[in-house]
């Protein structure tokens, strides 16, 4: 009896597992490419919210070599230079972390890049402010780091090791700002439904977003960990950030098309 049961179950799991795999292909290759699509205007005001602030305050920090102060303290800077100077062995690594494994850090890469995705699609809680308040202070801190970066004369080192991983990691932290001002956006105008219900409908595809963002963020950690800090000729980096950045923006913007071009 229990051989005959074993029969009958066998074929049923298989058959869920194989559905299962098969939804996940699919979301990934068309599901939530489209999803983004079809939520462009939120994606391109997260974009602006974190772009125009990371260029403005990164061209302050290149002309004026004390605007880093404003924004980060004495420590943090030392710190941020010392990890960028072209005498550290493994670029983009603090001294304290420099000695651990590309693995250790695989791991250490996950856990920062999907805690800031997450926080700043959790903000949208806030009826968007939360959103939006850390796609400003992200940008700012960023442009900054690299307005002072580059002032220093340390491009080479910093812009060699942002400029890969950074094609995955960066669209992904403006996607989840993305689905926060979804969800303040349908707490402050619910429309004609209540919050509550205009809430549960736009999560259901702020939630493809967040999904998608989040695998973005897991091949940006890959690529930090065992690519970003290896000490390789800068032209065969660039060349390599070039392809992956081309790869991200064909991906989102064509991948699960229909021939005829619709979204």
Known sequence: QLHGLVLRGHPYLYRQQTAWNWRFINFIFSGFPRALRRNSGYFW????LF????????????YEQDLI?????????AAMEGMYDPANHKPGRAAERSSETDFVMFGYYIMN?????????????????GSLILLLFN?????????????LGYQDTFWSFVSGHGAFELPAIVICGAAGLMLGHALLAPGQQT??????HQAVE??????????????????EAFWSSTRLDILIKYTVAAL?????????????RPSHGSR
Not at 139 to 151: D, T
Request: proline share 1%; aromatic share 8%.
């Open 244 to 256: 992956l950045w081309l790869l991200v923006l064909l991906y989102l913007g064509w991948m699960g």
């Open 45 to 48: 005001a997260a974009l602006t």
């Open 113 to 129: 890049n999907i805690g800031i995705g997450f926080r700043t699609f959790a903000g949208g809680m806030l009826l968007g402010i």
């Open 206 to 223: 702020a939630l493809k977003l967040v999904m998608g963002a989040a695998l973005m963020l897991l091949v940006a950690a890959f690529i």
């Open 51 to 62: 772009l125009l602030p990371a260029l403005a305050v990164g061209i302050g920090c290149f």
């Open 139 to 151: 940008g700012v801190v960023l442009g900054g780091v690299a307005g002072h970066l580059s002032r």
């Open 195 to 200: 919050r509550i219900m205009a809430l549960k």
């Open 69 to 77: 102060y404003a924004l980060l303290d004495e420590q943090q800077v």
